[in-house]
């Protein structure tokens, strides 16, 4: 079995997150991306993510974000 990165990682932890924010704040879509938003930048903080993989989880924080 492979080892993950720690990049794919926070990539999953960040997905977990998003998950139980938008079960939490179902209706209130700020809270959503505020909630998504900062748990990316503790990650990216907490796991020193090169400025390239913070990037990356950047723009997937942006897909995880909900519509409208």
């Given amino acids: 079995m492979k080892n993950q990165t ?3 990682q926070a990539k999953s ?3 977990n997150a998003a998950d139980y924010a938008k079960s939490k704040y179902q209706t209130d ?3 959503i991306r505020m ?5 990316a930048d ?3 903080k907490e796991l020193r993510l090169s ?3 913070r990037g990356l989880l950047s723009n ?9």
């Fill in 6 to 8: 720690e990049y794919q």
């Fill in 42 to 44: 503790w990650l990216c």
């Fill in 35 to 39: 909630e998504i938003n900062d748990t």
């Fill in 51 to 53: 400025e390239y993989h």
């Fill in 60 to 68: 997937y924080a942006c897909k995880l974000h909900p519509k409208g």
């Fill in 13 to 15: 932890t960040l997905k």
């Fill in 29 to 31: 879509k700020p809270a």
